[in-house]
């Protein structure tokens, strides 16, 4: 073959090849379509005035009517598809509405922050299980409802702002304070985790919408809502605890959290403390409280179990009010201690001094001036995990001094025939013994170890 030839057939194929190359650098650089911008339309109604124009029926705006807002979500990651929510303010909004529109990639066209506005006219409002709409219109069983707005209409109605794109702030929210005002805006929770019993799921299952739990660590549950054909349908969600961002939705009663892709979870923090031990009864109460006479080092405190089956004092909280104080002294936690069945649990300031005058080992050492270091004028409550006082000793806010409640220098036992405990102080199921007598008690320092009995019931 001619030696020019071959040199031309050379020359033709490394000029292909380089268009092929230069056409598949600019697929893979896909540019953003240029979508020009309006600054001569101007919103005439608010979000909130537009629903007001529902009337329990899907309806179509026949008015000149143009709404504002800045958008909120993106279909990147696909598991928003087919939609765009809207909220009337880049923070801290009063109202959100989502807008059904037939576009594919509406992210290329209308970022997350962006400001747009909608000319109604010739839209459709509905309503679908609390979550108001504007669209198209889809005929469903001879009934009208609000359905995707076809992507060559969707130019005639939705106009990108000149303004430049802002930061959105989403809502900082507890899943308690949720309610329908929220729905369709940007909101954020903290300290929530996906639910025991779906650890080591995936975001969906393939091609379904999939609902997994999402709770907080007092037990509250918020759905989170995926998409099945999501980019990370498939991925392993998390498994700690921390923050979520997500569009708010709404099914039936519950309230769902639709995230845009999983850079809007931060679930790296530690998981909430389980509360599968964490149990109330008022079988578990205070029996004896002690400030020996000849021995301050040898005070201690007793709690008693009467049920026929051990009782974790996981969140449990042993509480020490100081003389006429109103606030907290000083609390003992006893999380990781069991109270056996019909037995005591024995609890002192000074371990080694306990042993040396009692003979045994307490069961909780709790330091010195705690709740069980108590010199006899001072009120007691033994608390449960969720909060609620089980048992007192004492009145709050009444120093002990020359009362029924001090123990001085002496011992405060719960009479026998007691058996669960008492919120409020009662006299009558006490022996309190002391250095006045005041008030119905007795006047006789004990003293340790003979006067006492730390572990026996």
Same mark, same amino acid.
């Given at each position: ?9 050379? @020359? ?16 893979? /650089? ?14 005439? @109604? ?7 124009? $529902? ?5 179509? !705006? ?7 807002? $800045? ?38 066209? $209308? ?6 506005? !909608? ?11 609390? !979550? ?25 109605? @939705?106009?990108?702002?000149? /303004? ?142 009467? /049920? ?23 609390? @003992? ?64 806010? /009444? ?42 008690? !007795? ?15």
């Amino acid at each position: 073959m001619d030696k020019c030839l071959i040199t031309v057939i050379k @020359i033709c194929i490394g000029i292909a090849l380089l268009v092929l190359y230069s056409g598949c650098v600019q697929e893979r /650089e896909f540019k953003e379509p240029d979508k020009g911008c309006s600054d001569v339309l101007s919103a005439n @109604i608010s979000l909130i005035e537009l629903k007001l124009l $529902y009337e329990d029926i899907t309806i179509q !705006i026949q008015e000149d009517l143009v709404i504002e807002g $800045y958008v909120i979500s993106s279909d990147r990651a696909g598991n928003i598809f087919g939609s765009l929510h809207i909220q009337d303010n880049p923070d801290f909004p009063t109202e959100g509405i989502q807008i059904q529109v037939d576009l594919t990639d509406s992210h290329l066209f $209308y970022k997350a922050g962006a400001k747009i506005l !909608i000319k109604l006219k010739g839209l459709y409002l509905g309503k679908s299980k609390s !979550i108001y709409k504007i669209g198209g219109v889809l005929n469903v069983f001879g009934a009208e409802t609000v359905g995707r707005l076809p992507a060559n209409k969707a130019q005639e109605h @939705i106009f990108l702002s000149c /303004e430049k794109a802002g930061d959105l702030r989403p809502l900082q929210v507890a899943i308690n304070d949720l309610d329908d005002r929220m729905l369709n805006t940007l909101v954020s929770l903290e300290h929530l985790e996906l639910i025991e019993e779906e650890q080591d799921s995936i975001y969906a299952i393939n091609a379904k919408e999939t609902e997994r739990n999402l709770t907080d660590c007092e037990d509250n549950i918020l759905q989170l809502l995926n998409s099945g054909f999501s980019d990370f349908q498939h991925v392993k969600m998390p498994s700690g605890n921390g923050s979520i961002t997500g569009v708010l939705h709404k099914k039936n009663r519950n309230y769902q959290l639709i995230i845009r892709d999983t850079l809007d979870i931060n679930f790296t923090g530690e998981r909430c403390k389980s509360t599968l031990n964490e149990v109330s009864t008022e079988k578990v109460f205070i029996t004896e409280i002690a400030d020996p006479d000849n021995n301050s080092k040898a005070r201690f405190v007793e709690l008693y179990n009467t /049920e026929s089956n051990e009782i974790s004092l996981d969140g449990w909280l042993l509480r020490r009010y100081t003389n006429d104080n109103t606030t907290v002294g000083s609390i @003992i936690e006893l999380a990781g201690y069991v109270i056996p069945a019909e037995s005591t649990l024995v609890i002192s300031p000074n371990p080694e001094e306990f042993e040396l005058v009692y003979k045994k080992s307490p069961d909780v050492g709790a330091g010195t001036n705690s709740p069980a270091d108590s010199n006899g004028d001072d009120n007691l409550e033994l608390v449960d995990p969720f909060g609620v006082v089980i048992d007192v000793f004492g009145i709050v806010g /009444e120093d002990g001094s020359g009362t029924n409640h001090e123990f001085e220098d002496g011992r405060a036992i719960r009479k026998p025939e007691i058996v669960k405990g008492n919120p409020i102080f009662n006299f009558e199921e006490w022996t309190i013994y002391n250095d006045t007598g005041a008030m119905g008690t !007795i006047k006789l320092p004990q003293n340790a170890p003979e006067d006492f009995s730390p572990g026996i019931r």
